[in-house]
């Protein structure tokens, strides 16, 4: 019954068919966002959570109704109940909506239902995805002329605004445009048929649902079969050159790669696929805080007729948001928007004063000199990108790391490399698992500490005491806050609630100030 992999609407099914929604979990992420745009497209939506919580209160602000606590009479009423992977089979809701015989569906179900409808472009892969559909997203809303404007978007994750502000990430715009992130942890994602699919790497996730490297590449593979028109993959990802070379070859013929080393790629890979996309002179200056690169577009790849022989066509880009992987997700949502039908440089320009999605490289505070930065870096290849960037961007700074681990499962499959990639920080302390859906007993052994078990013999300068245990997260906030002096960038990474810790971080510094001002203002009056 609460398979996700399994389509419950027929074709020709739409949102006007759902009747009264209810949402379990509707405080979610991914749930908060196809909540809102239900509603925004007319239909009953209410909800359940556990929690009160800041998008609880947006969502009840809009008018939806959020009962707080899981119960079942509050299903009582609904046609359809939308559940996540997270909920259970005996979760209360469950049960009373099947005793009830309401239709029962997950949330993929909803999102495919919205991607029908529209112009659809999905975003998919391991890491980069809510950077790129919001990317993409930003692109279309501040360029997007006739079709192209006003467009729908689903993202499972906040907007940080020029202004410093943050925005939803869940919008149902009247343009012909639905951009989606497309979450690949359970197999959902193979319910879309959007127009264009990107996929932004493959590397293997997710491994307690697929098992192994294998099944995962099987799955986006499949993924990228459904997409109507193009696929855009990087081919700076053994896992996506791993799905290229297993794509159907009519699915090939209309995939497009982009690369920074396109005198890298396999010849199966460039061989057969419709065009690639070099990202060149890609580059930032120190403490620039801006990337600039250019994108090499074939001739011909967007309409028109041009010879095999004609020169590419060379945009320019720059943006505010640092790293060599954001040149990546950038040159993906540029792509995306030109096929849709915009100028390759329009999007470029339109995609130069975007912050990033919330959480990513986000800018808390600086105090006395001490920088904090919140980022949702949950994997090992995220965490080793996050830590290049910021080398890049501070130069010579001191970075020190609070690190929560997400899901007790991909802490044990991935300790080593989690080790290695925090070992590009300076000073690191990793705290408690994030659980998420998992239970730390179904774990036994697993936790902060084996992230640091498995740092033994990782290289790192020095090689002993960079890197500590410490379960108590408010305690290892104030902790790195201690040992932090003028020039240093402190950061909060992961998935859960160690974000609220940038916070921690930030009241503690202010009063380490304070004190030291007062202790200054009590030592000249001695001297006076």
């Not at 943050?166 to 149902?172: E, I, M, S």
């Not at 201690?482 to 009241?507: I, K």
Request: proline share 5%.
């Amino acid at each position: 019954m609460l398979d996700p992999t399994h389509a419950s609407f027929a074709p020709g099914e739409t949102v006007s068919d759902l009747g009264v929604t209810h949402f379990i979990g509707i405080g979610g992420a991914g749930m908060s966002v196809l909540a809102e745009m239900l509603h925004e497209e007319g239909v009953a939506v209410a909800g359940s959570d556990r929690e009160e919580s800041a998008k609880t209160d947006r969502l009840k602000e809009l008018g939806i109704g959020v009962c707080i606590g899981q119960k079942a009479e509050n299903v009582a009423g609904a046609r359809t109940v939308v559940f996540s992977s997270a909920i259970k089979p005996d979760n209360p809701e469950i049960v009373a909506a099947a005793a009830a015989g309401e239709r029962i569906v997950h949330r993929s179900d909803i999102l495919a239902l919205l991607l029908n409808a529209k112009r659809g472009v999905t975003v998919a892969g391991a890491h980069g995805k809510t950077t790129t559909s919001a990317l993409l997203s930003h692109i279309l809303v501040n360029a997007g002329t006739g079709d192209l404007a006003d467009p729908s978007y689903a993202i499972g994750g906040s907007i940080q605004t020029p202004d410093g502000g943050v925005k939803d990430g869940g919008h149902a715009g009247r343009g012909g445009v639905l951009v989606a992130e497309a979450d690949e942890s359970d197999g959902s994602f193979e319910k879309y048929t959007p127009e264009i699919a990107i996929i932004t790497n493959a590397e293997p996730d997710h491994l307690d649902h697929y098992g192994d490297a294998a099944h995962y590449h099987a799955a986006f593979v499949e993924h990228a079969g459904h997409a109507r028109g193009h696929v855009v993959i990087c081919g700076d990802d053994a896992g996506a050159l791993d799905v290229i070379a297993q794509l159907p070859d009519d699915v090939a013929a209309r995939t497009i790669v982009y690369t920074t080393a396109p005198a890298d790629l396999p010849a199966a890979v460039s061989g057969r696929v419709e065009a690639v996309v070099a990202i060149d002179h890609e580059r930032e200056a120190a403490e620039s805080g801006a990337e600039r690169f250019s994108i090499a577009i074939p001739a011909g790849l967007l309409g028109g007729e041009a010879p095999a022989s004609a020169p590419a066509r060379i945009v320019p880009v720059s943006l505010v948001i640092p790293g060599i992987h954001n040149a990546r997700n950038a040159t993906a949502a540029i792509l995306a928007a030109a096929l849709l039908g915009m100028d390759p440089d329009v999007a470029a320009k339109a995609a130069a004063d975007f912050r990033g999605a919330a959480r990513r490289f986000q800018i808390r505070g600086v105090v006395e000199g001490v920088t904090v930065v919140d980022d949702y870096a949950h994997h090992p290849t995220e965490i080793a990108a996050l830590l290049d960037a910021a080398r890049r961007r501070y130069p010579g700074a001191t970075l020190r790391v609070l690190f929560q681990p997400h899901l007790f499962s991909r802490t044990k499959f991935f300790a080593r490399e989690f080790a290695e990639a925090l070992s590009k920080a300076d000073d690191v302390i990793v705290t408690c698992i994030f659980p998420a859906r998992e239970k730390a007993e179904d774990f036994p052994g697993v936790g902060g500490q084996t992230v640091v078990d498995a740092a033994a013999g990782v290289a790192h300068d020095p090689q002993d005491d960079w890197i500590h245990a410490v379960p108590d997260m408010c305690q290892a906030a104030k902790m790195l806050c201690m040992r932090a002096h003028r020039g240093d960038v402190l950061f909060t990474v992961g998935a859960g609630d160690v974000t609220q810790m940038a916070t921690v971080m930030l009241r503690v510094l202010e009063a380490h100030r304070e004190m030291h001002q007062i202790h200054d203002s009590a030592s000249s009056a001695e001297r006076q």
